[in-house]
């Protein structure tokens, strides 16, 4: 019997944070698919953005639930990622869910076609609102 996705991803998300070696394995992902996407990432403070990434991935879960203050920090990080200030293009996210999911492959021990979907189908509500705002 399948359970909850939204569930289902906190609970992966949460398996996959307790590995310490995650995010930075995301972000290699990441920067490895595109030599433009690295540039991007010249300068950054990776400390600050792994903080802000898993503050946006449990956001994600609140958003979905219908949190009206999750919903609003999500679309203010979408606003700063649209085309006036980081201007990141809406098919890298397409790049960004794709190296997401090979890092939660690797990392969730429990990874199933169940798990997949709930991170697919919970990205989907945040990536939806990034493209909208671009």
């Known amino acids: 019997m399948q359970g909850d996705p939204i569930s289902t991803f906190g609970e992966s998300l949460d398996?996959?944070?307790a590995d310490a070696g995650f995010l930075d394995r995301f972000y290699q992902h990441f920067m490895d698919s595109s030599?433009?996407?690295a540039e991007r990432f010249v300068d950054t403070d990776f400390e600050k953005q792994k903080g802000a990434l898993t503050q946006s991935l449990y956001l994600?879960?609140?958003?979905m639930q219908g949190g009206a203050a999750a919903i609003a920090y999500l679309d203010q990080?979408?606003?700063r990622h649209g085309r006036t200030e980081l201007n990141?293009?809406?098919q890298l996210y397409d790049i960004w869910l794709e190296c997401l999911i090979r890092t939660v492959r690797e990392h969730d021990p429990e990874f199933s076609d169940e798990i997949?979907?709930?991170w697919r189908q919970t990205m989907k509500f945040?990536?939806?609102l990034m493209r909208?705002?671009?």
Request: glycine share 8%.
């Open 88 to 90: 990141v293009e809406p």
């Open 60 to 63: 994600m879960v609140l958003a």
């Open 15 to 17: 398996r996959c944070l």
């Open 35 to 37: 030599p433009a996407i």
């Open 126 to 128: 945040g990536i939806g």
């Open 132 to 134: 909208a705002r671009y």
């Open 77 to 79: 990080v979408a606003r």
């Open 116 to 118: 997949e979907q709930s």
